[in-house]
T-cell receptor, first 111, second 112 residues
Framework: QKEVEQDPGPLSVPEGAIVSLNCTYS??????FMWYRQYSRKGPELLMY????GNKEDGRFTAQVDKSSKYISLFIRDSQPSDSATYLC???????????FGTGTSLTVIP | NAGVTQTPKFQVLKTGQSMTLQCAQD?????MSWYRQDPGMGLRLIHY???????DQGEVPNGYNVSRSTTEDFPLRLLSAAPSQTSVYFC???????????FGPGTRLTVT
C-alpha cells in the first residue's frame, strides 16, 4: 500500500467553479502537509503548507487536514483557466526530512 | 537569485553508462533533495541532505550516489545506468528541513 493515495483525475471544471482535491494517507505519524502545483514540463511549486490538523486559507485556496480520518483536502474557489495544472499533495513526519508525495490530480479549468 | 538550477535539461544514456546530474542553489538553503517522477508513481525521494557533509537515503536510493561538499551544490550520480532509471529528476532545496521546498526545472533522462 502506498503511503499517500491521490485520485489522478483528470478533473475538468468550468471557470468560476469550486474545486475540491483530496488525498488520503496511512501513516498516522504524518504531521506536515503540503500542496504543490505543477504545470506541464515544469518543477512543482509550493501552494500551501499546514501543520497537524485544521484549516489554512490563502486567497482563493483553502487547505484542510483531518488527522482522525487521515484525509487532506485543497479547495480552490472561483477557479481560473490559469489554475489548470497537476496538484500534488505531500506529507512528512515531525522530522521533516522525508516527504511522501501523492501521484497528483490533473485539473483543467475551461473558460 | 537564480533559485535552483539543474543541468543538463535532457540526457540520453546507454545501459551501463554513468553520469552526474548537477544541482545548485543560491539561496543558502541547508536542506537539499533529489526526487524522481514517473507516471503513476508521483515524486519519490532518492536522497536528501540536511547540510554540507551530511546525506541520507530516501525511498528509492538504489543505483544512485550523492555527496554534499558545499551548501550550494548537490550532485546526483548514476553509477551504471539501467532502463528502469528512465525518469524526470527534480532537485529541490529548503531553508528549514523539507518544508517549503523550491524545485528546479528538472532533468529528463532516457536510458536505452
Amino acid at each position: 500500500q502506498k503511503e499517500v493515495e491521490q485520485d489522478p483525475g483528470p478533473l475538468s471544471v468550468p471557470e468560476g467553479a469550486i474545486v475540491s482535491l483530496n488525498c488520503t494517507y496511512s501513516n498516522s505519524a504524518f504531521q506536515y502537509f503540503m500542496w504543490y502545483r505543477q504545470y506541464s514540463r515544469k518543477g512543482p511549486e509550493l501552494l500551501m503548507y499546514t501543520y497537524s490538523s485544521g484549516n489554512k486559507e490563502d486567497g482563493r485556496f483553502t487547505a484542510q487536514v483531518d488527522k482522525s480520518s487521515k484525509y487532506i483536502s485543497l479547495f480552490i474557489r472561483d477557479s481560473q483557466p490559469s489554475d489548470s495544472a497537476t496538484y500534488l499533495c505531500a506529507m512528512s513526519e515531525n522530522t521533516g526530512n522525508q516527504f511522501y508525495f501523492g501521484t497528483g490530480t490533473s485539473l483543467t479549468v475551461i473558460p | 537569485n537564480a533559485g535552483v538550477t539543474q543541468t543538463p535539461k535532457f540526457q540520453v544514456l546507454k545501459t551501463g553508462q554513468s553520469m552526474t546530474l548537477q544541482c545548485a542553489q543560491d539561496m543558502n538553503h541547508e536542506y537539499m533533495s533529489w526526487y524522481r517522477q514517473d507516471p503513476g508513481m508521483g515524486l519519490r525521494l532518492i536522497h536528501y541532505s540536511v547540510g554540507a557533509g551530511i546525506t541520507d537515503q530516501g525511498e528509492v536510493p538504489n543505483g544512485y550516489n550523492v555527496s554534499r561538499s558545499t551548501t550550494e551544490d548537490f550532485p546526483l550520480r548514476l553509477l551504471s545506468a539501467a532502463p528502469s532509471q528512465t525518469s524526470v529528476y527534480f532537485c529541490a532545496s529548503s531553508r528549514n528541513r523539507g518544508y517549503e521546498q523550491y524545485f528546479g526545472p528538472g532533468t529528463r533522462l532516457t536510458v536505452t
